[in-house]
């Protein structure tokens, strides 16, 4: 019932470990979003494969009606407008509508955005 936050890291990655403190600022300033880290293993890399993790730190934002509604790299360029999207839906500037599909402030230009 609230919106989630995955981060998708390895501890071998030197870019995971640079954009760790910007993902931690971010868990704190939001108190009401779930924030979840996956690490890949040799256990779970099946799992990043199956939810298609193409490269590292890479991150989703799930919507509780919607399901997953982004995914993108995670770097120090794109970091900010991943804080951006994220606000979109933390203050409903993307509205869910019936049957899962949503709007938002993408032009539909932006290949990180998923409309589903």
């Known amino acids: 019932e ?25 868990v704190n300033e939001y108190r009401d979003i779930l924030f979840v880290e996956v690490p890949v293993t040799g ?8 939810l298609g993790v193409p490269s590292l730190p890479f991150g989703h934002i799930y919507h509780p009606v919607a399901g997953l509604v982004e995914e993108t790299k995670i770097s120090r360029t ?3 407008k991943f804080g951006q999207i994220l606000q979109w839906y933390v203050d409903g500037s993307c509205n869910v509508l019936d049957g899962g599909e949503f709007t938002s402030h993408f032009d539909g230009t932006d290949d990180k955005h998923l409309e589903i």
């Open 78 to 80: 794109l970091f900010q």
């Open 2 to 26: 609230r919106i989630v936050v995955v981060r998708f890291f390895a501890t071998w990655c030197k870019s995971c470990k640079a954009m760790a403190p910007l993902f931690y600022r971010m």
């Open 43 to 50: 256990k779970n890399s099946e799992l990043h494969q199956g």
